[in-house]
């Protein structure tokens, strides 16, 4: 208990600084340290929330560490717009990996997945409008800044969007986000719907389905299954499918628009992470004829590539043209390999049936004869190979 008590006045302190507009370089370090210090407190706090004996003195912290998340996202103009730091600032005491300041959001994300007990202090403590409006602002900041500036990249945000889901399922729908999550998946079907994928593919037209695909995987399995359970929703399915099936046709053309590559190897990460969120626990129908699509198309690229008649020095497989966070070849499989991994003693038919199906185009792609010469080009097929002989091997096991 008393160490609550200290926790409260330092999260108190921080907020009136905060409050008092105190300059960024000297707030943000002991902001960011108290972050991470009250995360770490999350495995006691939801010990204490499962006894009645402590649950109020965790009821009575919880709203101070929430304000801290808000205040810290709020007012820190690093998470989407270029601020006066230095580098070294920056990179030393201000940012975590990829340019942002995350853990406020992994605060927040670890009060709400630490226990039930504690999800459900949560639900009552937290101010859910305010958490909705944050949300709102901080899109609209990645608005107004330059598209395709890495240093922008919404992690925070969408760390925060997973939270609110979490919270409002945890309510039954009752805790007052509903309104914005309808908004949300609205908002996301109309721009994936205004990219016009009868033309070829553009920089701008492939940002926006990643940013949008990247949106939806923040959301809850729960949301996301019923969402792509509605037939009318599969139009965003097919439009992802579509973009990265091109994208596989246009690398195979030896294309040296690097810009376009880039956003497109984010593209395929982006639906790596909406897969895995989207399975609960299986894929339904639809994901499984995509994730069938795209193995085959990459299998196909793959093969075009390396066969005899194949173009040479074709750069969707070569790394370090592609992208600096690159994505490996095998990634859709990989996807598939996962559900079998995390799941113990559920059924999973569709992935079973990814698994039979992308047999025939994995297999003949690694025989297929290599016409390139050694270290010519990045050779995709061991990756692929691997990611399929391993997700059959926990298939069996499960099975």
């Not at 370089?25 to 009645?52: D, K």
């Not at 003195?57 to 270029?82: G, W």
């Not at 592609?322 to 999973?348: A, D, H």
Request: net charge negative.
């Amino acid at each position: 208990y008393h160490s609550l008590e200290v926790l409260s006045i330092c999260l108190n302190g921080v907020a009136k600084a905060f409050d008092n507009f105190r300059s960024v370089q000297s707030v943000l370090p002991v902001s960011r340290t108290l972050c991470m210090g009250v995360a770490s407190f999350a495995p006691m706090l939801g010990a204490m929330a499962r006894h009645e004996v402590s649950k109020k003195a965790v009821s009575d912290v919880l709203p101070l560490c929430s304000r801290l998340a808000f205040v810290s996202l709020r007012f820190l103009p690093e998470l989407a717009i270029s601020v006066t730091l230095v580098p070294y600032e920056i990179r030393g005491t201000m940012r975590g990996p990829g340019g942002e300041d995350h853990v406020a959001s992994i605060l927040l994300m670890r009060l709400t997945s630490e226990h039930d007990d504690l999800t459900a202090l949560m639900v009552r403590s937290v101010d859910m409008k305010e958490m909705c409006e944050l949300h709102e602002y901080l899109k609209s900041i990645e608005t107004l800044t330059e598209d395709h500036d890495p240093r922008t990249a919404p992690k925070s945000r969408r760390i925060l969007l997973g939270v609110i889901c979490k919270l409002e399922l945890s309510s039954s729908g009752q805790a007052g986000a509903s309104e914005m999550l309808v908004r949300i998946l609205q908002a996301a079907v109309s721009s994936i719907t205004s990219v016009d994928l009868s033309r070829p593919l553009d920089v701008q037209s492939v940002f926006i389905l990643c940013e949008t695909a990247f949106d939806i995987a923040s959301l809850a399995a729960p949301v996301l299954s019923s969402f792509f359970a509605q037939d009318e929703n599969n139009i965003c399915l097919s439009a992802f499918q579509s973009a990265t099936i091109q994208g596989y046709q246009f690398g195979t053309q030896n294309s040296s628009d690097e810009n376009l590559l880039s956003q497109w190897n984010r593209l395929r990460g982006a639906l790596f992470t909406l897969f895995l969120a989207s399975a609960n626990p299986d894929f339904s129908e639809a994901t499984c004829h995509v994730l069938l699509d795209l193995i085959s198309s990459e299998c196909a690229a793959a093969s075009l590539i390396f066969g005899s008649n194949g173009p040479q020095g074709a750069n969707i497989f070569n790394d370090e043209i592609v992208s600096p966070e690159t994505i490996p070849s095998g990634i859709f499989i990989m996807s598939v390999g996962k559900q079998f991994g995390k799941r113990s003693n559920s059924s999973l038919p569709m992935c079973a049936q990814i698994m039979c199906q992308a047999a025939g185009p994995v297999l003949n792609l690694v025989l297929v004869p290599v016409a390139c010469p050694d270290g010519f080009i990045c050779d995709p097929r061991c990756s692929i190979a691997e990611a399929w002989f391993l997700s059959v091997a926990m298939m069996a096991e499960k099975a």
